[in-house]
Structure formats: structure tokens, C-alpha cells
């Protein structure tokens, strides 16, 4: 049986990038993921911000970390070809007692040098963004803050990772460790694999203080945080342009106006402890707390332009702090309680991590074949009609329109598939084929028969992002034919 360098469990986004960062040495690694694409995670729940960095408090390890991983998303984005865009970030006050929190943030800012913070008056937030409520009466501006697509993000690290040599196991929960050669290496049951390394990094999110204790190496305990989040319909598209903040509260940044790359406002999220880790319902009491909130900062955004919800578990420790790096075990690290800015900080969280690797004396030889750099999807809608009209000359797959909200290709569903997506969340979170307004009212069937025509899988097996989320069922009548039942 092959033993592998390293292993990382989790393919979010921390894991996605430690697996990079490690796919540009010499070292043989696996990544290991619970789900059946990378990013299904936590990650893909993620509002998609990259702090400015000024949020958080440097004497933590989030905090310290915040704004060098905001510096790093840049070339990131240059080589990986994802969406991403420094749109810039208010954050609001309504009376005295919340402009001393600008205060204290400005301050804070300035001692961890973020460039470019300004304070804006109440003239200035109405002109800059006269969507914002009038009761403002002071903001504080930091240029730094990006947007986006966590999952785009994870694809494409993983994608880069594998090309350059790592091998990706999915639909694979780890459910055992043995200790091997006297704590040399380790034995993980991967699903219906056992995977041997003599290095393990345990990125497995929510779940991640469970494979702590298999593998007797301690760590935080870590407990659930729920946040609920609103797409709004895409005709709101321009009405808020920066990241909105509230003054934050104790628990998490608040309740934002998130405009996303893509164009979308999105509201959110909730911050509430919950008992179930795997609660991603969301709620009409939820609802009724993220739009009193919004409208706080923004009266005209309604609950009625809600187009799509969705929540996400955070994973949070009991100090509230990021846990990276060595555990109690030798060659068994974690990188555990990854909440926001956890998606800012992934970069800096891998070079910690690879670090650390190298100093419990794993050899991490730079391997020269190394390409960081991934060939950009095509965007048939965002492209101009000289670039339409050769991209169908050279394909006329890319002239079948297959989403009509977005305006998304079959060419580049196809091109999605071949680059590994497995399901139709995974053709949506590539693509776009499903996130307008009619939600894949119209489009569904047709990536599930892309899905059947080029990946090789049966209509019934098609599944929206895993096993249990099946979509379709073979007629029972026998009756010939596609025969779905929905």
C-alpha cells in the first residue's frame, strides 16, 4: 500500500490551499473530503468576504492573521483565474456610543497598517451610497475589503493542487486512525479506503475535534455557530456597492449587506449556537432577524426580493480563536475553529501549516514542474460579441443556452464537468447554471442529462451535492425511456 507524505483531511478552503501550497514541494499528499466535492462544506456557506483587516483584535491568532491573508488574495486570484474584487467596506454608525467603535476600529486598523481607512461623514455616506439609511450619521471606510466565491476559490486550489500532483478523495468520511510504527505514521478508514501517511492535517471543519480524539491528540472542543443568509433578486444589482457593516457585536461582525461578485446582494448572517452541527435549515424566525436588522441599514431591501436562503455551521472553539499548527501528537496537526476571517486568512493559515510540517521533519523539496497557474473558464454572458461569435465558430456548444437567468452555456457546463464537477451544486457553484431567479426551474434536467452525457452518470444518480440529496427516481411502471420522477 502507498503511504503518502501528508494527509489533509478536508478539502474547505484552508484545506484546499494547504493541499497547493504542499502540491508545489515534492511531497506525495491526498486530500480527503466527508463530501462529494471540495468546498461542500462550511466553505460554501461562506458570505465571501475578504476582510479589510482591521476587524480583528491582533492579540488572537484571527485577529493577527487577518490582514496578511487579505494581502495574499490577489495573486491568488491573478493565478487561479477565480472571481474576486477589492469592492471596499463601510462600517455604520447610528449615535455616540457606536461611533466609538469606529474609533477603536480606526485605530485598530491603523496599528496593523491597512492603508486607505476614512472616515465619511453623513453627507458622504448619503452620496456615496444613498441606498444606505439616513440615521447614519458617520462610517468608517476601509478599501481593502474584497469579494468572493469561497466555493470558486476551493475549486480551483483544488483543481491547481491536483494538477500538479495531489491526489483528491471524495464522498470519503473519515471514520477511524490507527497509530502506525509507533506513532511514524498514521492509518485512516477513508470511506471504503485506507489511506496510510506519515503526516496528517486535520482541516475537517465542524467535525474535526471528533478525529482529534481518535487520534488521541487533543485539541480544542468545538462547538456550533449557525448563520443564516439571503439572496436577494439580482434587479437590486447596483443599489449597495460596498460591504456593509454594522458596529460589531460580541459574537460575530453582525448582520451585512453583502453585494457579491457576481452582483447579487446577499443579507446576512444569523449567529446563533446550535446543538446539531449539521442544522442548515433555515428559518422564518431567522428571516424576521436578518431584514429587521437590514432594514437598520438599508430600508428599501425587503424579505419580498428574497430569491434564495441558505445557512451554514461555523466551527467554533471555546476561546473563539483559530487552533493551527502541532497538537499533543507528534506529526498530527490541525488547523481547527476556522471561523471568519478564516477565508481571509486561508493563505497565511497553509504557509503555518506547511511550517510546521517541515519543522516535526518532513523534507518539503520545492518541485520545479511545479504551475501555479490554472487556465481561466470561459464566461460566455461577460464576454464581448467578437469573443461570443469565435467561441461559437471554434464550439457551437457554446451557443445553447442552457440557463436563461444567467445566461449560462452548454459549453460551459461541459467545461465545468470535465474539470470535475460531480453534481449539479457543483455545475452551479462553477458556472452559475441554477443561482438566478427561477433557482434551476428551467435548467435542472438539462445539467442532469450533461451530467449523464459527459460524466458518465445515470439520470437517477445525479444528485444535488451528495448521496442523500437525490433529485430523480427510475420509474417503477417499466416503462422505457429517461423515465424521472421528481
Known sequence: ????????????????????????????????????????????????????????????????????????????????????????????????????????????????????????????????????????????????????????????????????????????????????????????????????????????????????????????????????????????????????????GRASKGTLIIPTYDGTLMVGPTAHEVDDKEDVTTTAAGAEEVFAKVRRLAPGLQASDVIAQFAGVRAVAEDDDFHVGATDRPRWLQALGIQSPGLTAAPVLAERLVAELAAQGLALEPDPAFDPVLPPPVRFAAADAVVQEALVARDPAYARMVCRCELVTEGEIRDAIRRGARTLDGIKFRTRAGMGRCQGGFCTLRCMELLERDAGIPLPDVRKRGPASWVAIPRVDGAPGKGVAS
Not at 458570505?47 to 496578511?68: Q, R
Open 1 to 248: 500500500m502507498k503511504r503518502y507524505d501528508v494527509a489533509v483531511i478536508g478539502a474547505g478552503v484552508v484545506g484546499a490551499a494547504l493541499a497547493r501550497a504542499l502540491s508545489a514541494t515534492r511531497a506525495s499528499v491526498v486530500l480527503i473530503d466527508a463530501q462529494s466535492e471540495a468546498g461542500f462544506g462550511t466553505s460554501k456557506a461562506n458570505s465571501g468576504i475578504v476582510h479589510a483587516g482591521h476587524h480583528g483584535d491582533p492579540a488572537t491568532l484571527k485577529g493577527a492573521l487577518e490582514w496578511p491573508g487579505n494581502q495574499a488574495w490577489d495573486a491568488l486570484a491573478a493565478e487561479l483565474g477565480f472571481a474576486f474584487r477589492r469592492i471596499g467596506e463601510l462600517t455604520v454608525a447610528f449615535d455616540d456610543a457606536e461611533r466609538a467603535h469606529l474609533d477603536a476600529l480606526e485605530a485598530r486598523g491603523r496599528a496593523k497598517g491597512v492603508p486607505g481607512l476614512e472616515r465619511w461623514d453623513a453627507a458622504r455616506v448619503r452620496r456615496e451610497e444613498p441606498a444606505l439609511s439616513h440615521d447614519v450619521d458617520d462610517a468608517l471606510y476601509a478599501p481593502t475589503a474584497g469579494v468572493v466565491n469561497p466555493y470558486e476559490a476551493c475549486y480551483t486550489l483544488v483543481e491547481n493542487a491536483v494538477r500538479n500532483g495531489v491526489e483528491a478523495v471524495f464522498d470519503a468520511p473519515v471514520t477511524d486512525v490507527e497509530i502506525l510504527d509507533g506513532g511514524a505514521a498514521f492509518a485512516l478508514r477513508a470511506g471504503a479506503r485506507r489511506i496510510e501517511a506519515r503526516y496528517v492535517v486535520n482541516a475537517a471543519g465542524l467535525f474535526g475535534d471528533a478525529l482529534n480524539v481518535l487520534a488521541g491528540a487533543g485539541g480544542p472542543t468545538l462547538r456550533g455557530r449557525k448563520g443564516e443568509e439571503y439572496l436577494l433578486d439580482k434587479r437590486l444589482q447596483g443599489t449597495v456597492r460596498r460591504l456593509v457593516f454594522p458596529v460589531p
